[in-house]
């Protein structure tokens, strides 16, 4: 059964704290994403990788940080530096070359 | 900046009308345009993608316009139905990185279809 997984889809957390968000998939993409969604807004690119190893800054990478050690994997910390974390963060992936993107079902963090 | 509008009211159709759908954009140069589906807390559903050198595009019931010179994308859905009812998406990227560059999406028109 093929396709990208978030865990957990709801996630609380104190303010101060860095929170880890896990994004699995098993298309065989090279690429993935990470956006952020607040109430009646579009997405907005946090970071994204089109290699292993390899990522580039998004619109608002600020408070962010992210890793590429294996394909199928993108993880997400937000960090205490994050002045807004409360937000649905949603994951994605695609493959170079084809250009639409593939979700997950996305985390909800509630920062408190 | 950058800047992309869609519908910002929700918009009523009634069940087996065509609904149009706009996004208009500013200050970019697409390389394409995508369209996607949201349903309420989930992730986005790619329906359709445009490039910058084609007029038009369709899939079934879903039909999309791209005028580079008007700097604008029609989205329609013919026959719609009750099911059709979401948040609709429309999203530009500009080709850098080899259709693997990071999207950016407009704040996404509500549809309601009603029987």
């Known amino acids: 059964d093929g396709g990208i997984t978030q865990s957990p889809k709801y996630l609380f957390r104190k303010e101060g704290q860095n929170v880890t968000l896990s994004c699995e998939q098993n298309?065989?993409?090279?690429?993935m994403y990470w956006y952020r969604q607040d109430p009646g807004q579009g997405l907005r690119l946090i970071y994204y990788?089109?290699?292993?190893?390899?990522?580039q800054k998004g619109d608002i990478a600020e408070g962010y940080s992210v890793s590429r050690e294996k394909k199928e994997s993108f993880p997400l910390t937000v960090t205490s530096a994050q002045k807004n974390p409360t937000a649905f963060y949603l994951c994605?992936?695609?493959?170079?070359?084809?250009?639409?993107?593939?979700f997950g079902p996305g985390t909800r963090l509630t920062v408190t | 900046s950058q800047k992309i509008e869609q519908n910002s009211e929700a918009l009523n159709i009634q069940e087996g009308k065509t609904a149009t759908l706009t996004c208009n954009y500013t200050?970019?140069?697409?390389?394409?345009l995508q369209w996607y589906r949201q349903d309420p807390g989930r992730g986005p559903v790619f329906l359709l993608l445009i490039r910058e050198n084609e007029k038009e595009k369709r899939k079934e019931r879903l039909k999309v316009t791209f005028d580079t010179t008007l700097k604008q994308s029609l989205f329609h859905i013919t026959a719609s139905q009750p099911a059709d009812s979401a948040t609709y998406l429309c999203?530009?990227?500009?080709?850098?990185?080899?259709?693997?560059?990071?999207?950016?999406f407009g704040k996404g028109t509500h549809l309601i279809i009603q029987p």
């Open positions: 999203a530009l990227g500009d080709g850098s990185g080899g259709g693997a560059d990071g999207l950016t």
């Open positions: 200050n970019y140069s697409p390389a394409y």
């Open positions: 994605a992936s695609a493959t170079t070359g084809v250009y639409e993107q593939y």
């Open positions: 990788s089109q290699i292993v190893n390899d990522f």
């Open positions: 298309l065989n993409h090279d690429a």
